[in-house]
C-alpha cells in the first residue's frame, strides 16, 4: 500500500490493509495476508509510522528442518525523513531516538515494505518446533525426536585430540 505522502495534505493517515509479502528467502515465507493497521503522520520533511502487525510465518526448524508456523502479532514505529533532512543533520550528534530513522524520498511510502521490514526484524534469528528438539544426527541425517540412531558417538576432530588427555 502506497500512501502519497504530499498529496494528501492531511497530517495523520489512517491505514488497515493485507497483503502477501515475500520475505525474500525460500525458507521463510508468509502464505496467507498480513493485517497490517495503524496511523501515518506527516510533519513537513519528517513522517512517523505506529502500527500493528498480525499475521503468520512459515519457516524450517533450525535443529530438525520440520515446518514450523510462527504467529507475528506485535507493534511497531518507524519514522522516515526525507534525504535533504538526513543529510543536514550528518554532522550534527546522534541521539539514541534517530537510530531508527530511514530515508525516503519525501512523496511517497510504501507501507508493505514497511511491514516487511519489521516482520524480519520480530522475527527471531532461531526458531524451534519444540524447546527440546533434538535435531538431525549429524552423521546419518536421521531425525533423532523420533529414533536414536545407530551411529557411534561423534568422532573428535582429529586437530583437537592432543588435548583430550590435558585433564589428567
Not at 2 to 30: H, N, Q, Y
Request: charged share 35%; with cysteine.
Amino acid at each position: 500500500m502506497i500512501i502519497e505522502i504530499r498529496e494528501s495534505g492531511r497530517p495523520e493517515t489512517t491505514f488497515k490493509f493485507e497483503t502477501v509479502l515475500d520475505l525474500g528467502d525460500p525458507a521463510v515465507r508468509i502464505s496467507e495476508a498480513v493485517k497490517v493497521s495503524g496511523l501515518l503522520r506527516s510533519e513537513g520533511e519528517r513522517v512517523e509510522v505506529e502500527g500493528h502487525i498480525e499475521g503468520a510465518v512459515d519457516c524450517e526448524c533450525v535443529r530438525c528442518l520440520k515446518p514450523v508456523r510462527f504467529e507475528a502479532e506485535f507493534p511497531f514505529r518507524d519514522v522516515f525523513v526525507t534525504v535533504e533532512r538526513f543529510e543536514s543533520g550528518v554532522e550534527a550528534e546522534v541521539g539514541g531516538d534517530e537510530l531508527d530513522v530511514s530515508v525516503f524520498d519525501g512523496e511517497r511510502l510504501d507501507l508493505a515494505d514497511v511491514a516487511r521490514e519489521q516482520i524480519l526484524l520480530f522475527l527471531p534469528e532461531q526458531i524451534f518446533c519444540s524447546e527440546g528438539c533434538r535435531g538431525l544426527c549429524p552423521k546419518c541425517g536421521t531425525d533423532l525426536n523420533l529414533k536414536n540412531c545407530d551411529c557411534a558417538e561423534p568422532e573428535t576432530d582429529p586437530r583437537w585430540a592432543g588435548l583430550k588427555d590435558f585433564r589428567s
